[in-house]
């Protein structure tokens, strides 16, 4: 166990800092449940996922491509597994991902919003709007919205976010900036599209019914491939921090499995965690009214996507 994992110990759910997503899943039975984990090729998605279909699981992975998504078919051992394209940038794949798992049929007993990438250093957009904010908000709005009607009684959301949400704009979302046209830092858009996560779970907490749930959290700092746009002196550094300052993906992927699966969990609604325990984000992130303005506008934006 790292020093920083004994340091902080363990919270009031018996899970903390270095607990493991095989750890928080320990005994719970998942056979003939069906988990959509997008982002399921890589870092976090990936342990995700393997955890899930250990504990017996369906898995439904989500990643940019089929091909993408079928590679990790080898590592998954347990519960069974259908790959998925969602490419969460582009409206059309999202849809197609929509309509593909609706075709299955399958009740959802969990959606895991795991995509994402992070501090881009130069303005990309989407369809007009700024990559990250649209990868990592807008792309897991629409398929998370177009899968409710699958989504079971019971049945959990559950997004992944990140403590950067507190490098948000003051406003937390600046509505009259969603294109980066009047002023661009990645850190601080990739601060937008997580608070935007975290809003995003809050309203949708709201509106739910039939007992289920939408959450979101912060997993921890993990090196995994989201630095991937950063330089390679950062990237170095990470690297030389890893072992004193960083959770392992293991670690890093216990807060959404906990969230995801953890009985204790099953009424706990439009919260954040962290360390698989209760955490205050930013107040701005916790603002119903702000919650219901992203959740319009997001509305309104997919609304006007190429179909
Ligand atoms: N690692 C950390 O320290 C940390 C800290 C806080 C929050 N998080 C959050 O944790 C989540 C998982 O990140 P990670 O650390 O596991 O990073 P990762 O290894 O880079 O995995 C990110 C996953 O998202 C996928 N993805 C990116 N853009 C996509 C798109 N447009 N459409 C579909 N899939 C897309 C990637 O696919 P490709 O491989 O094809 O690009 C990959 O599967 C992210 O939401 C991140 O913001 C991570």
Not at 39 to 42: R, V
Not at 261 to 269: E, G, I, R, Y
């Given at each position: 166990m790292s020093l920083l994992a004994r340091l902080k110990g363990k919270g009031k759910s018996g899970f903390?800092?270095?607990?493991?997503a095989e750890e928080v899943t320990a005994g719970i039975d998942l056979q003939g449940k069906n988990f959509l984990v997008t982002?399921?090729?890589?870092g976090l998605g990936l342990e995700t996922a393997r955890v899930l279909a250990l504990r017996g699981a369906h898995v439904l992975g989500a990643a940019r491509t089929r091909e993408k998504a079928q590679g990790i078919a080898g590592a998954l051992q347990g519960g069974t597994y259908s790959p998925y394209a969602c490419e969460l940038s582009d409206p059309t794949s999202v849809r197609a991902c929509v309509s593909e798992v609706g075709k299955a049929g399958q009740p959802l007993e969990g959606i895991i919003c795991n995509a994402g990438i992070m501090a881009l250093p130069t303005l990309h957009r989407a369809h007009g709007y700024e990559l990250q904010f649209f990868t990592n908000h807008i792309g897991h709005f629409m398929l998370v919205t177009g899968l409710l009607d699958q989504l079971a009684d019971g049945g959990r959301v559950v997004v992944v976010a990140?403590?950067?949400?507190?490098?948000?704009p003051r406003a937390g979302i600046e509505f009259d900036n969603l294109s980066g046209d009047r002023g661009y830092e990645g850190w601080t858009a990739y601060g937008q599209s997580k608070i935007a996560n975290i809003l995003f779970a809050k309203e949708l907490a709201r509106r739910l019914d039939r007992g289920r749930t939408a959450n979101a959290l912060h997993p921890g700092v993990i090196q995994t491939?989201?630095?991937?746009?950063?330089?390679p002196i950062v990237r170095g550094m990470i690297t030389l921090t890893e072992p004193i300052a960083m959770k392992s993906v293991a670690q890093g992927a216990a807060t959404q499995c906990y969230v995801a699966?953890?009985?204790?969990?099953?009424?706990?609604?439009g919260e954040y965690f962290q360390d698989c325990n209760l955490r205050r984000p930013r107040a701005t992130a916790e603002d119903p009214q702000l919650a219901a303005r992203l959740w319009e506008a997001s509305e309104r934006i997919v609304a006007q996507l190429p179909t």
């Open positions: 903390g800092y270095g607990s493991t982002g399921c090729n890589s990140s403590e950067a949400h507190r490098s948000a491939n989201l630095a991937r746009s950063m330089s699966t953890h009985p204790s969990l099953a009424t706990v609604t």
